[in-house]
């Protein structure tokens, strides 16, 4: 029904109706696009209007921008979003006043607002309603109306005012409800931010082992981030190289395993010192070093989010994860970033100082066990019993060498004092205060040699059920006595060669170089001369240990000594065996001194122990006719005797050992027993070749 032939009743009731079902509409749907969108449509049988525009307030309500505008279809289209400045303006006196504004003259009025003029005024808009869309809370914006006809009908403003108010209890609830959801999900945000937190936090309590540690971290890192690598980098102990420990990359290509990190400048180190975590954007990756560049480009690595891993004490490393996807990371994401790297840099820093501890601690033991096992050895280092002209100047010796940290190389057969010397070495030097770690070279199968020198890792060979560290890393400060060095196996003199010359080696099973600082005294009985002619020993070794050679004389060379050490002996054995011998015989004394003691010191204190032992008074009891027989010859022992015998044999044979008519047959040994006899007594082929 046109609305001119339209009753005032009918259309008071018609308005009614059109109000409910605009109420319900927008009731219905809180999206303000959509429900005025159908406004024109519900009001157009009772109020005649072209356009209606929804126009909401910015939060400085000195702007306004469109959000709705429906028109007829001669009526030019605005932009959603198209904002207009208020101050001066009817739309803002409406606003200020919050009361309906008609304007008659619509054409003036466009005239002031350039961003109208041109689009409005050919339309011919006659009557505009300006209404405030506000709630008793707040001011939202304004609903405005246009008509091309001469005016607006009796009622139409009390029906515009009605559904501006509707209007602006839904926006006000939808704004109230985008609040809500909006706070909901910071909430879930930090709901999750917290929630990985705590998982870190477990993870640094839980977990002991570091490379544990960054693993659980990394996939709790990668839940959340949604990155797809994680990387863990820790800075070398001797410089300023990174080192990757973890890189968690589920989805690697293998590229990232071959990352270049290269040294960290003095500007990258004072980074890490401040701390600033950084993000790398496509153009950022281009611009690193080749090393890093091609790896992450072969990945398709497009984001990059770094940071640092420090503490009081230092930097330590850095945290950086990496995704596919451009722009992934934010700020947000950084400052979270930032937080994990100071939990685990913690943690890194509590590891490293319990690490150094426990280190310590272990070493420390190790230290008592040896100097326990040093104080129940065959001769306390300060008991050098003697004052012959041949040991006097071997104690000269020591007092020259003992200041300085140059290896010393100790020469003299078997039983002779060679450990009694490098331990007075040892006690007369500046690291008096460390260790004396001694190895037997000959008391050790030589397949474990290298362990018992540098160590091994657990599981480095079968039976390495633990981490073992060597004797050299023990000396670490202190001395290292290596005794029976002629016994060394050749395939190990090499690396021998380098611990002692650049003072670094690496465990068995490990790649890690350990950096040491040792003096190492060398002892042996062999001619090494004698082993380099025949191949059996190398002559830069050689050269390197003997820097200062010390000739520990035999017994036989100093018998002015044997009542000096026939009375310390039975003096210290008595007493622990609780026996009072005060007696020892001229007859007695005589024969110990003549005695030929091919095995030296050694030799003598075992034979008075058994005196000692079958003495039941005050008097030493001595087995003459068994010292008699061993009577010193002038010029021989039985060693030498005894080799003299085995070179003999092999120069009658032409140097040729088993088979008929080789030296094993005509001393009547088995060829085995021959080659031990010839490798105890220092045999070599310098010895018996006839050239």
């Known amino acids: 029904m046109p609305l001119e032939n339209t009753t005032t009743s009918d259309l008071a009731e018609s308005r009614y109706r059109a109000l409910l079902e605009i109420s319900g509409l927008i009731s219905k749907q809180p999206n303000p696009q959509i429900a005025l969108g159908s406004l024109r449509r519900l009001m157009s049988s009772v109020a005649d209007f072209d356009l209606v525009s929804l126009l909401l307030l910015d939060g400085t309500e000195k702007t306004v921008r469109l959000q709705v505008f429906d028109r007829d279809a001669d009526v030019p289209d605005l932009e959603i979003g198209f904002q207009l400045s208020v101050e001066?303006?009817?739309l803002g006196q409406c606003i200020e006043m919050q009361e309906p504004i008609y304007v008659p003259d619509s054409l003036s009025e466009f005239s002031r607002i350039p961003e109208l003029a041109q689009r409005m005024l050919p339309v011919g808009l006659h009557g505009i309603y300006i209404v405030p869309v506000s709630t008793q809370r707040k001011k939202l914006g304004l609903l405005v109306f246009g008509t091309k006809a001469q005016g607006f009908r009796e009622g139409d403003l009390e029906l515009m005012i009605s559904v501006a108010a509707h209007l602006a209890i839904t926006l006000e609830n939808a704004t109230t409800l985008d609040k809500a959801a909006q706070y909901q999900h910071q909430l879930a945000k930090e709901r999750d931010r917290l929630r990985l937190l705590l998982e870190i936090n477990n993870h640094v309590v839980s977990k002991l082992e570091m490379p544990e540690l960054f693993r659980s971290a990394s996939e709790s890192i990668r839940r959340y981030f949604g990155n797809d690598f994680t990387g863990f980098w820790l800075l070398h102990e001797e410089g300023n190289q990174l080192e990757c420990v973890v890189l968690d990359f589920p989805g690697t290509k293998g590229f990232l395993a071959q990352i270049d990190a290269p040294k960290l400048t003095d500007e990258d180190m004072a980074k890490l010192r401040r701390h600033v975590p950084e993000i790398w954007s496509p153009s950022d990756i281009e611009k690193l070093p080749a090393g890093i560049r091609e790896p992450l480009k072969a990945e398709s690595i497009l984001s990059f989010a770094a940071s640092p891993l420090v503490t009081a004490s230092g930097p330590l490393g850095v945290i950086t994860m990496g995704t596919r996807r451009s722009n992934a990371f934010g700020q947000a994401d950084l400052d979270l970033l930032a937080q994990i790297s100071n939990q685990i840099a913690l943690a890194l820093d509590n590891a490293v100082a319990y690490g150094r501890l426990t280190a310590s601690k272990q070493r420390l033991e190790e230290e008592r066990l040896y100097l326990e096992d040093e104080i129940r050895a065959e001769y306390n280092f300060e008991n050098i019993v003697g004052k012959s002209a041949a040991l006097r100047k071997v104690l000269n010796q020591i007092a020259i060498v003992a200041p300085t940290d140059s290896t010393v190389l100790l020469h003299g057969e078997t039983g002779t004092g060679k450990e009694l010397i490098a331990r007075a070495i040892h006690v007369h030097s500046p690291r008096k205060d460390r260790t004396f770690v001694r190895l037997n070279c000959a008391a050790i199968p030589s397949g474990l040699v290298e362990s018992e020198l540098f160590g091994h890792e657990k599981g480095a060979f079968t039976g390495a059920l633990m981490q073992k560290r060597g004797r050299f890393e023990l000396a670490d400060r202190g001395?290292?006595?290596?005794?029976?060095?002629?016994?060394?196996?050749l395939d190990l003199q090499p690396k021998l060669l380098r611990a002692l010359q650049e003072h670094e080696f690496e465990r068995l099973g490990s790649t890690r170089t350990i950096r040491v600082d040792v003096r190492v005294i060398a002892a042996t009985h062999r001619n090494l001369r004698a082993m380099i002619q025949n191949n059996?020993?190398?002559?830069?070794?050689?050269?390197?240990?003997?820097?200062?050679?010390?000739?520990?004389?035999?017994?036989?060379e100093r018998r002015e000594d044997i009542p000096l050490l026939v009375h310390y002996f039975v003096a210290r054995l008595a007493s622990r065996m609780q026996k009072k011998i005060?007696?020892?015989?001229?007859d007695v004394m005589h024969a110990l001194v003549n005695a030929s003691w091919p095995g030296n010191i050694r030799e003598l204190e075992n034979f008075i122990e058994r005196c000692v032992i079958l003495?039941?008074?005050?008097?030493?009891?001595?087995?003459?006719?068994?010292?008699?027989r061993q009577a010193c010859l002038p010029m021989s022992t039985f060693h030498q005797t005894e080799r003299q015998a085995i070179i003999d044999a092999l120069r009658a044979s032409s140097g040729k050992i088993a088979g008929p008519g080789g030296a094993?047959?005509?001393?009547?040994?088995?060829?085995?027993?021959l080659q031990n006899k010839m490798h105890r007594l220092g045999?070599?082929?310098v010895d018996y070749s006839n050239n």
């Open 88 to 90: 001066g303006t009817l």
């Open 479 to 489: 001395t290292f006595f290596l005794d029976e060095i002629g016994d060394i196996s």
């Open 536 to 556: 059996q020993f190398r002559e830069d070794l050689y050269y390197r240990l003997n820097v200062f050679p010390v000739e520990v004389p035999p017994l036989r």
């Open 582 to 586: 005060k007696v020892i015989s001229a």
């Open 615 to 628: 003495s039941q008074g005050e008097q030493l009891v001595v087995p003459l006719p068994e010292v008699k």
């Open 664 to 673: 094993a047959e005509r001393l009547g040994l088995k060829r085995t027993t």
């Open 683 to 685: 045999v070599t082929k």
